[in-house]
């Protein structure tokens, strides 16, 4: 079947697809039965990896075979993937053989490095990753297909999907695009009226829009329709956030992990304490910091399982995790945060996202912040009060900071604060943490 045939069946592959998926949170009951779909599909992937180039050489790097994968744990004995490989072979690709990929997705990431990836994903794999998102909308008994889900709009830079489709309009699989894009900036105002107006039963967008909208209601003393869950995503949830969501939105906050290389992966279900992997879809790996061997906490390596036509082995997702092992599965407990989001110190060392945030997700008077590396002498960290807190507490907030971030950075930046009503986000739609004008600047 050709790939243009494909690409008007992906309607139909994603029905089948997600009845094949795991769409209840993951009990004990269920383990061996998931290990073994893993398991079978991780024989697969590297089966079809074998017949491509690219992927043939780094078995010869390993010394391995498809043979010799059978499970998660023998996966880290194959390369891992970092951006950088993965920009150059989908590049390559789509330059060397454009007539193949005409049919095909490209899923584009801004990176944080300012370096744009595009990876191509076929018809039947992106057929996959809609199924695999609407598991995850259903794992806490949300039911998508007679629902009404509000969401970002598929791309910040195009134009808002306004008519439904035909089954859309019968009721079945309902959704609005929020309207807020690059070439339409809306207010936290006109966001929430929208929510309001729509009242949907679901909710996803990126977290800093969630947070803001949060922010601005409870500033302004605004009732907020609170839909049965809703999901922040593209950037980590942290306690302040958390907290002002749930106050606002009310606690059905599904927190969900994933890229968009890859499809969301990892995630806590309302009242759950820690997050499930989808082992049926994904194989989520922990690696040592030097990402040489197998470990409990750190960088986060991610295969997506059904990505068979140009697939992502041992991805780096520039993530750390915290884990553990139940009866051949992954849970996680923490997921500590970017990797690559650092400050630079003149010496030539880095203070990695981690270190700042163990610092400003607990200052719970701090509900989104921003640090800015201006030089090797000066740090501006941009941030919004919680509502809660009055004006009058700013000036001691920013001394527990100074006293707190400024140990973390041993004393050799000079800290200033700027307060602001709302932080505007990236051109990605995201709000990345930490910002080196060092980096930027080369």
Sequence with gaps: MSYETDRKLENVYSMLDYCQLQRTPVQAKDHARLVATQNKKIQALMAAAWEIPFYRARFEQSGTTPEDYHTAADLYKFPVLTKADLRTWMDDEAAQHPEKYQYWHVAPTSGSSGAPLRTLVSPKENAWMTANWLRVLSLPGYNPFTGKTMCRPNSLHGAVKERDSVIQRLGILRRKQMSDALKNRLTSEQLLQEINDYKPDYLYNHKNVLVRVATYAKKNNVPVHRPKFYTPFGESVDEASSALLKEVFGPGLLDSYGLSETGACVIRVPGHEEYQVNSDSHVVNIYNASLTA????????????????????????????????????RFVKRITGRMN??????????????????????????????????????????????????????SKVEATIQEKLGAVLQGEFRLTFRWMDEIPEDASGKLRIIVSKIQENG
């Design 294 to 329: 197998p470990a409990d906490s750190g960088p986060a390596v991610i295969t997506p399982l059904f990505k068979t036509d140009l697939p992502i082995i041992n991805y780096v997702s520039g993530d750390s995790m915290e884990s553990y092992l139940q009866d051949g599965l």
């Design 341 to 394: 989001d650092v400050i630079r110190h003149k010496d030539g060392s880095v203070t990695e996202w981690g270190n700042v945030a163990v610092v400003m997700n607990y200052i719970l008077e701090v509900v989104q912040y921003r640090v800015v590396q201006e030089d090797y002498e000066t740090i501006t960290l941009l941030m919004v009060r919680n509502p809660s807190v009055p004006e009058s507490e700013q």
